[in-house]
DNA sequence: CAGAATCCAACCGGATACTG
DNA sequence: CAGTATCCGGTTGGATTCTG
């Protein structure tokens, strides 16, 4: 459902169907648009990764940016925590079915992305 | 270029082809994946919008962050802004051909996101 | 190995008031 | 109308240290 700008009798100017609250586009960047949370979930689209390797793999980000994301994409139940009886312990973490339906947007996320011009390249 | 995991010779696991530093995915996400930035980027895909429209179609965010994703955005030329010399001024924004290039993932997401259970509805 | 705990500066972003 | 300016509390997230 989208706002449209409509104008009235008199010409008067007025938002129709005004977005209520987040749409939907604001919405699912909240789940899937968070510092990190893309590439966590990206890199577990192969197969269960193990926490130290999945920290790795993303470079910048910190271990205690892993664990929070990692916690919150499991209590959304995209991701999927088991904890294997090795030792030293070893922890993997799997996408769920559902957690592979964003893959869709995700790699198409990553096409555009890949094709964007150097000068957009984030300093930081 | 995604990041892999694997076993030398005798069976130690290293990552090879870490990502360097924020792989495509997170770039991407640093580009559009900034709040209100996508929703911006969408309502303005039929066509120009007026900054006061913009900002009503886009219930919860302030006038103050309108502006700024704004001048984000079209400092990175994914939006062109244009002044009409009515009485009193008005300011329309529209997005360019570079900026319509990222509507097809903005679109999936929204898809992805409109099909998820009530209970993942931001409570905030 | 896989975190948890703590600290803290930096940034984010809402509210409010003002302007040409 | 389309912003700008200022204030300011809350959150973010990196660095570091410690643990079972």
């Known amino acids: 459902m989208r706002a449209r700008v409509e104008q009235d009798a008199k010409g008067r100017r007025q938002v129709v169907e005004a977005c209520l609250e987040p749409c939907a586009?604001?919405?699912?960047?909240?789940i899937i648009g968070g510092k990190w949370t893309g590439?966590?979930?990206?890199?577990?689209?192969d197969g269960p990764v193990r926490f130290n390797d999945l920290s790795r793999m993303i470079g910048g980000a910190s271990k205690k940016m892993i664990t929070?994301?990692?916690?919150?994409l499991e209590s959304q139940g995209l991701v999927r925590r088991e904890v294997l009886d090795t030792a030293p312990v070893s922890v993997q973490y799997e996408i769920t079915d559902f957690g592979a339906t964003a893959l869709g947007f995700l790699n198409e996320l990553r096409l555009w992305s890949e094709g964007l011009p150097q000068s957009m390249v984030r300093d930081e």
Chains 1, 2 share one sequence.
Do not use: V, Y
């Open 25 to 30: 586009i604001e919405k699912g960047m909240r």
């Open 68 to 72: 929070e994301r990692l916690r919150q």
């Open 39 to 45: 590439s966590i979930l990206w890199h577990l689209k």
